[in-house]
């Protein structure tokens, strides 16, 4: 079974740039028909899709963060990572990386535990 | 864009009730819906896809219905550990809604 495990730092400072990777295990990103994910929650609030990256290594964003968001993949470590430029406190929330099918509903199937970054100086 | 609006924002029931949460889409999605059970601290679960489709290991008392832009999750009898925050999801670029929670009464 594929397990997701998101792991950066805690802590960004406002303007800079969030970095966090996804390690997955039990599974390769670079087989099967499947999207990878970011997603978010800041505390007491909804989920927001931040975006996507598939096997051939194609992107897709949210579009009110496409002009801050870079996702990429190393499929030599089986992990893929999101880079998220100019944060400020907005930025603060839990951040799930998320395994999502490609056909259908394109659901998504498996979830890291998450990871709480906050932003401040 | 299609937009979901989950209803109500908040369900109080009984354990042992019936809860039903409603995910309305702005225009029609087919049989593309997705279920997920948050519980606090924790990452969301997969409970339902494409619109009735158990995930693997959900109970049966969680059930999905509905197509074109009005769906239906129902929790038949409620557990002590289905007390949670419910999210749909559909395929396109903004795919979550807002969120049902389904508190003790």
């Known amino acids: 079974q594929v397990q997701l495990q998101e792991s950066g730092p805690g802590l960004v400072q406002p303007s800079q740039t969030l970095s966090l990777t996804c390690i997955v295990s039990g599974g390769s990103i670079s087989s099967g028909p499947y999207y990878w994910n970011w997603i978010r929650q800041p505390a007491g609030e909804g989920l927001e899709w931040i975006g996507r990256i598939n096997a051939g290594g194609s992107t897709r964003y949210n579009s009110s963060l496409k002009s801050r968001v870079l996702i990429s993949a190393d499929p030599s470590k089986n992990q893929f990572s999101l880079q998220l430029s100019s944060v400020t406190a907005a930025d603060t929330a839990v951040y799930f990386c998320?395994?999502?099918?490609?056909?259908?509903?394109?659901?998504?199937?498996?979830w890291g535990q998450g990871t709480l970054v906050t932003v401040s100086a | 864009e299609i937009v979901l609006t989950q209803s109500p924002a908040t369900l109080s029931v009984s354990p042992g009730e019936r809860a039903t949460l409603t995910c309305r889409a702005s225009q029609s999605i087919g049989i593309y819906l997705a279920w997920y059970q948050q519980r606090p601290g924790q990452a969301p679960r997969l409970l339902i896809y494409d619109a009735s489709t158990r995930a693997t290991g959900i109970p049966a008392r969680f059930s999905g219905s509905g197509s074109g832009t009005d769906f239906t999750l129902t929790i038949s009898s409620l557990e002590p550990e289905d007390f949670a925050v419910y999210y749909c999801?559909?395929?396109?670029?903004?795919?979550f809604g807002g969120g049902t929670k389904v508190d003790i009464k």
């Open positions: 998320a395994r999502q099918r490609m056909t259908g509903t394109t659901e998504l199937d498996s």
């Open positions: 999801q559909q395929r396109s670029d903004w795919p």
